[in-house]
């Protein structure tokens, strides 16, 4: 579908391209070919797509053979993708928000993917909700196998970040955690409709096998966020602002092979992991 033909369906509805709520619509179909490429998903998937809008990238994912749940908060987009698949026994169409409140998952879209027993999550994400619908897709208990999302490329950058970077913060700890991902590829604004300002890139993460269990992470989502709050400081005065006592704190470090003067962005999340286990063995969380 080109960019004429997607306006004009679009005014034939009386829509348009609402920025607020980050609609950016790919309409270059080389692009969307490239985005189902890196996917590399197994035949015959289950693909969850949030936002498929107008059912651009969702009319890939369909030719390639794969069945499409798809969540879509707009009702005019949603009853264009109605129209476009409601024939088609391999897509099914939740309307409403991927998201109750901003920290949780809505409960249909929990329920509609608990049904599966393996999911691969394809989407251009509204720039607006990107980065905690990813993050929270990870941490749902749902059976999502990989997760190959279009987003702001800082964005993205920011999420497998190295430490020590200058995009190294609390989010690169938590998505890494859970998962292996790497940047795909990058996407200019040309080929959206409308044009971000942005660059945007594509976005891979599989789960790892051996995440941390509920309670251990809920501890090191703590410890992550407290830390890079104030990451110009110590993480040994961080600490201390937090409950644990600095030779606590230095000997948690010594044993990681950090200096005491270490602060946040030093420490991988591997070594995150083990921090917070071992602040947790001590009885001092931040």
Not at 94 to 118: F, K, Q
Not at 135 to 157: F, N, R, W
Not at 270 to 285: D, H, N, P, V, Y
Request: charged fraction near 25%.
């Amino acid at each position: 579908m080109t960019r004429a033909e997607l306006s004009a369906l679009l005014a034939s509805r009386g829509l348009a391209p609402r920025k607020r709520a980050g609609q950016h619509f790919l309409i270059d179909p080389n692009a969307l070919r490239a985005i189902v490429r890196d996917a590399a998903l197994p035949p015959h998937a289950t693909v969850f797509e949030v936002g498929p809008g107008p059912g651009l990238l969702t009319d890939h994912l369909l030719d390639a053979g794969h069945r499409v749940i798809a969540v879509e908060i707009d009702r005019g987009l949603a009853a264009i993708c109605r129209e476009r698949f409601g024939a088609v026994d391999r897509f099914t169409l939740l309307e409403g928000d991927v998201l109750a409140g901003r920290r949780a998952l809505s409960p249909c879209v929990i329920e509609a993917l608990s049904r599966v027993n393996e999911v691969h999550v394809v989407a251009n994400l509204p720039y607006n909700i990107a980065s905690n619908v990813v993050l929270l897709l990870l941490e749902a208990d749902l059976p999502i196998a990989t997760s190959t999302t279009l987003l702001q490329l800082e964005v993205a950058q920011r999420l497998v970040a190295e430490p020590s970077s200058e995009h190294y913060g609390h989010l690169s700890v938590l998505v890494q955690t859970l998962a292996e991902g790497r940047v795909t590829r990058r996407i200019p604004p040309k080929v959206f409709w409308p044009e971000p300002k942005v660059e945007s890139a594509v976005l891979r993460l599989s789960r790892k096998s051996d995440p941390p269990d509920r309670d251990e992470y809920e501890r090191l989502k703590a410890l992550a966020k407290a830390v890079f709050q104030h990451r110009r400081k110590t993480l040994v005065h961080t600490l201390k602002e937090s409950g644990t006592s600095p030779e606590t704190a230095r000997e948690a470090l010594h044993a990681l092979g950090h200096p005491p003067d270490a602060r946040p962005e030093r420490l991988s999340p591997a070594e995150f992991r083990l921090l917070a286990r071992s602040l947790s063995s001590t009885g001092r969380q931040a």
